[in-house]
Structure formats: structure tokens, C-alpha cells
């Protein structure tokens, strides 16, 4: 696995090579010794699946407030999705920054998003399948939301919004007030 960085800090993307042979491919999903420059002292506590039928449906933009923020390890196993993180830090120079990578089943790359950022994803292919390692569990009250398209983000998604949950369509925008995730 290497490991490289990004514009933001501590954000990461993890790039797999495959050991290939007459029969097919084989790559590990996660390594705990690989990654422990990354991982440090968490414990992935949960491993989620989600499945998307249509191109264009936006999951997201989500994170989980203090004691429960988590870090994020996310692959795309099938099909193709278009993976953004947003810096929302407290005083982050990077503060409110995003950034995105296209993870796919043919790429095999990994994003690492630490906490204190949010994430989503956008569909590009029908079917999409994302799998990712959690390193606190899910928690609904401790959950928060940012709008795939608060002016304040800027996030440029790579086709129209298709479908949202109910929930994602009612995230606040972000007022002045919102000052970030003291960590
Ligand atoms: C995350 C989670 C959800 N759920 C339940 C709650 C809902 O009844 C249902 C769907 O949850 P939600 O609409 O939050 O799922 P997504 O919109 O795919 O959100 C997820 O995908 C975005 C991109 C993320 O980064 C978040 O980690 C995660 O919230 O699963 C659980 O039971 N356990 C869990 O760990």
C-alpha cells in the first residue's frame, strides 16, 4: 500500500497494487501494520457496506460530532463513485477545504478521512458499491450534516445531484456562525 498525502492535512489516499495472476487479482482491503503510520492508535470498530442503484445519487455529507468522530477508511468495490471530504476542523488552516478523488473497483484506491471531517459520495456508475472501516461506532445523535451544495463548500460534484435521502436534502447551510468541530 502506499500511502499519499494531500492539499489537507492528515487527509489521505491509500494506493493498492494488486498481486495478479493467470487466475485473477488479489489486494488486501486493509493492513493493520501497512497502515499503522495512518491509523496510529484507533481500533476500526465497524465495517459498513452501502449499495447505490442509481448514477448521480449523492450520500452525505456526514460526520459525527465529539466523542464520537471517527476516522474513515473508504473503498469503492463496485462500479464508481466520486469521494469528497471537507475539512471542518476548528481553526485548520485548511478550514472548510475540500477535497475529492474518484475511488473505483479498477483503482483500488482508499481514502483515509480523519476526524473532524465530513464525507460523501457521489455515484458514477449504476450499482455502486462502498466499503469502509469506522473507528468509532455509528452514533445518530451524534451525527451531523453539511448540504452537497452549501455555497460556503463550493464542492463540485461531477453530474447533476440525483437522489438524496430526506435527511441530506435538510442539512442546514452554514451560516458565519459555524466556526468548525473542536476536536
Ligand atoms: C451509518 C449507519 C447508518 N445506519 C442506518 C441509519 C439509517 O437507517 C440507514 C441509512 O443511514 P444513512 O442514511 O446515514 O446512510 P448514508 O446516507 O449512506 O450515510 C453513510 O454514508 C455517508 C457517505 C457517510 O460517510 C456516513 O458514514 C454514513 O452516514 O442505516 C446504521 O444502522 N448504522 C450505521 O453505521
Given at each position: 500500500m502506499k500511502i499519499n498525502t494531500t492539499?489537507?492535512?492528515?487527509?489521505m489516499v491509500i494506493e493498492s497494487t494488486p498481486h495478479t495472476d493467470l487466475r485473477g487479482a488479489f489486494a488486501r482491503l486493509f493492513c493493520d501494520n501497512e497502515l499503522a503510520p495512518v491509523?496510529?492508535?484507533?481500533?476500526?470498530?465497524q465495517i459498513n457496506h452501502s449499495t447505490t442503484s442509481t448514477v448521480g445519487t449523492i450520500r452525505g455529507l456526514h460526520f459525527q460530532h465529539p466523542p464520537h468522530a471517527e476516522m474513515k477508511l473508504v473503498r469503492c468495490l463496485k462500479g464508481r463513485v466520486w469521494d469528497v471530504a471537507i475539512d471542518l476542523r476548528r481553526?485548520?488552516?485548511?478550514?472548510l477545504n475540500w477535497y475529492a478523488q474518484e475511488l473505483a473497483a479498477d483503482n483500488h484506491r482508499m481514502m483515509v478521512i480523519p476526524e473532524g471531517f465530513a464525507h460523501g459520495f457521489q455515484t458514477l456508475e449504476p450499482d455502486s458499491e462502498v466499503f469502509y472501516l469506522t473507528t468509532a461506532h455509528y452514533m445518530p445523535n451524534a451525527e451531523g450534516g453539511v448540504r452537497f451544495d452549501d455555497p460556503r463548500l463550493g464542492v463540485k460534484w461531477?453530474?447533476?445531484?440525483?437522489c438524496l435521502s430526506v435527511k441530506d436534502a435538510a442539512h442546514p447551510l452554514l451560516d458565519e456562525g459555524f466556526h468548525g468541530i473542536f476536536l
Open positions: 492539499p489537507i492535512s492528515d487527509l491509523i496510529g492508535r484507533r481500533r476500526i470498530v481553526d485548520s488552516p485548511t478550514f461531477p453530474l447533476k445531484a440525483g
